[in-house]
């Protein structure tokens, strides 16, 4: 599990997981508007696959921050480019106001779109 | 005596001269709060464009209208509904145009809109906005609308004039607005009601204002202790 480094200080290091960064940006998706489901993510490595909910990649950026992949399924008939839109602003705010990392990259994959349930 | 082509022609017309002037309503009342919407955008991302993204939905809407033709009746619910979806801006937006759009599906076909089909329209806006949301959040323009809803189906059965209806709503609106404060932590913390939920309750003030033909009070109730 990759870990990411959030402060250096006089008295050690803080890191915290990509998986628990992860996790803060499904619940953030999972209150998106327009998002009614997770995809699978075909970039994600087989130790994310194994996790009960996939749809977030979360992978250190070249210069600072962090870079997120997010898979999701789109509620059918909705603007499809609004909504990315909303859920890349979104998830980054929340990631951001969480772990005070810099995000610096998101990329919106939409893998299905479907009616709720 | 007409074909049933042109009574439906006439129906037709009728039902898009009206829905326009409840959405030219609506966009009047919007553009002058929106300042004060935007004002209130603090959550989920305290970007302040909600009354913006609003404007620009409603906007798009009315030149929807202006370019409609009255065409056969559920052709024009079905492009109108089809071309306000894709036109939405923000969340906000994309919500109001699902909450029209399942208003616009669920009038009656014919004959005055009465309690009952209020509550039938209303209930498919709650429908139509919930169903696109994973794990909606509460005290925003989702909880307003469910409220409204609940207020509308609790009035079914009262013989009312319509414009008492709309009243009972906009009061119901206005106390559900209210308690968005108390709903979201984000908002508590900030003091502020829902700036989605608001701009909603805005566009509903005007349209009552716009069926009794009553004066439209700037600002409205809900939204004086903002400051814009």
Do not use: W
Request: a negative charge.
């Amino acid at each position: 599990m990759e870990a990411i480094q959030l402060q250096e200080t006089a008295l050690g290091q803080l890191f915290v997981s990509s998986r628990a960064i992860a996790q803060i940006a499904e619940r953030s998706l999972d209150e998106c508007y327009g998002v009614v489901g997770l995809g699978r993510g075909a970039r994600i490595r087989r130790a994310f696959a194994l996790r009960r909910r996939h749809g977030v990649e979360v992978i250190p950026s070249e210069q600072s921050g962090i870079e997120l992949t997010l898979a999701v399924v789109i509620a059918y008939g909705l603007n499809l480019a609004e909504v990315a839109a909303t859920v890349r602003s979104r998830v980054s705010y929340e990631v951001e106001r969480v772990t005070g990392l810099e995000v610096a990259r998101v990329e919106v994959r939409i893998d299905d779109v479907r009616s709720r349930g | 005596m007409m074909s049933d082509l042109e009574v439906d022609s006439v129906r037709a017309s009728s039902e898009l001269a009206l829905v326009r002037r409840l959405a030219l309503a609506a966009l009047e009342a919007l553009e002058r709060e929106r300042q004060r919407i935007d004002g209130l955008n603090i959550y989920p991302v305290p970007d302040g464009d909600t009354g913006m993204n609003l404007v620009l939905t409603v906007r798009a809407l009315v030149e929807e209208l202006d370019a409609s033709e009255p065409v056969e009746q559920a052709v024009f619910r079905r492009d109108f509904a089809r071309a306000l979806l894709m036109r939405a801006r923000g969340t906000s937006g994309v919500i109001l145009s699902q909450i029209v759009r399942g208003a616009v599906e669920a009038a009656p076909v014919s004959g005055p809109i009465d309690g009952r089909a209020l509550a039938t329209m209303l209930e498919r806006s709650r429908d139509a906005a919930y169903s696109a949301v994973a794990k909606p959040a509460e005290g925003t323009i989702l909880t307003l609308m469910r409220e409204l809803a609940d207020e509308a189906r609790g009035r079914r059965r009262k013989t009312l004039p319509l414009d008492e209806h709309l009243d009972a709503l906009v009061e119901r609106g206005e106390a559900a607005l209210e308690r968005t404060r108390e709903q979201s932590p984000t908002l508590n913390e900030a003091g502020v009601v829902d700036a989605g939920a608001a701009g909603l309750l805005v566009c509903l003030l005007a349209i009552a204002r716009a069926v009794t033909g009553a004066p439209v009070v700037t600002p409205a109730p809900a939204l004086r202790l903002v400051s814009s």
